[in-house]
């Protein structure tokens, strides 16, 4: 079992600033994948960014060279730094701890972005 509990969400306006970050507990497993989804209303979850054990990571088309996936594997942490944020941004952001068949999801935190 893997436990994820995020922080950081809140509202920002446009051009603004936010970083979310996920704790991960219990049977941390390598290889993983550690992610960023969200889910905004009315629409599915997307994929926001991915960082594999490995290094490597992965990256929406819409977010790419604004947000930054950074992950710490000693303190189990994934981060999410997003910047130049759009009102587009605005979703319901989970964080996703991926290895084999087996998925587990954070509670979500909101982030907004509006004027």
């Known amino acids: 079992q893997v436990q994820l509990v995020e922080s950081g969400g809140g509202l920002a306006q446009p051009g603004g600033s936010l970083r979310l970050s996920c704790v991960a507990s219990?049977?941390?497993?390598?290889?993983?994948?550690m992610a960023w989804y969200r889910q905004a209303p009315g629409k599915k979850r997307e994929l926001v960014a991915a960082?594999?054990?490995?290094?490597?990571?992965n990256y929406a088309a819409s977010v790419k060279g604004r947000f930054t996936i950074s992950r710490d594997n000693t303190k189990k942490v994934v981060s999410l730094q997003m910047d130049s944020l759009k009102p587009d941004d605005t979703a319901i952001y989970y964080c996703?701890?991926?290895?084999?068949?087996?998925?587990?999801w954070g509670q979500g935190t909101q982030v907004t972005v509006s004027v």
């Open positions: 219990g049977s941390i497993l390598s290889p993983n994948t």
């Open positions: 960082m594999h054990s490995d290094g490597s990571t």
């Open positions: 996703n701890f991926n290895r084999g068949c087996r998925s587990y």
